[in-house]
């Protein structure tokens, strides 16, 4: 009985988490700030004058370092589907919200068990509840995480080179500052240590 009750909490805290989280857009507001709407304008770039973009906008804290443009990418159809309109947009982070907290559940669930994926979807919820309400790029990379760590954990326990290079698929997709400073030390390490 303990357990169900502890289960139902954690079911309602998650609920409630996502209901949060969807407070903005349910009022029909986003917090448009300044990478929101530079991420509009180089959505509706792609849409009308460039439909092949090979990198994103620029990384405001580095000199000509760019962020990728799977964010802009991903948003698009919720973009053109709304017809520019930010409400829709936003909808859609709602649903990428939910998308994550099943992803981390499944992988919680898969490494360890269905306690620690209930715990990580908890804390995952918690800590991004404000996300929905006006996310940018970075919060993409969120979205990967606990699929690069699934692969990466796989590749560590199991030595198989696929898990090792989906891991490193994913790794790219990673925030720009993680993928110029990282990224050459990571390679390298799982290079000579796999040969």
């Known amino acids: 009985m303990k357990k169900k009750i502890i289960l139902y909490l954690f079911l309602f805290l998650i609920g409630l988490c996502i209901i949060l989280a969807s407070w903005f857009v349910i009022n029909g507001d986003i917090l448009f700030y300044s990478d929101i709407a530079r991420d509009f304008l180089l959505m509706e770039d792609i849409l009308y004058n460039k439909p092949i973009a090979l990198i994103g906008p620029r990384s405001g804290a580095i000199s000509g370092v760019f962020h990728g443009p799977l964010w802009l990418y991903l948003n698009l159809p919720a973009f053109i589907l709304g017809k520019g309109n930010p409400i ?13 907290l099943i992803i981390t559940y499944k992988i919680g669930k898969l490494l360890f068990d269905k306690h620690i994926g209930l715990i990580a979807t908890l804390i995952v919820a918690l800590t991004t509840i404000s996300f929905p309400a006006g996310p940018s790029n970075p919060v993409g990379a969120l979205i990967l995480s606990p699929i690069f760590f699934y692969f990466l954990i796989s590749y560590l326990k199991q030595k198989k080179i696929k898990f090792l290079l989906i ?5 790219r997709f990673n925030h720009p500052i993680s993928n110029s400073l990282w990224r050459p030390g990571f390679d390298s390490y799982f290079y000579f240590n796999s040969i």
Request: charge should be neutral; aromatic fraction near 34%; glycine fraction near 6%.
């Open 167 to 171: 891991s490193l698929f994913i790794f």
């Open 88 to 100: 829709i947009v936003g909808w859609f982070w709602v649903l990428l919200y939910i998308i994550n």
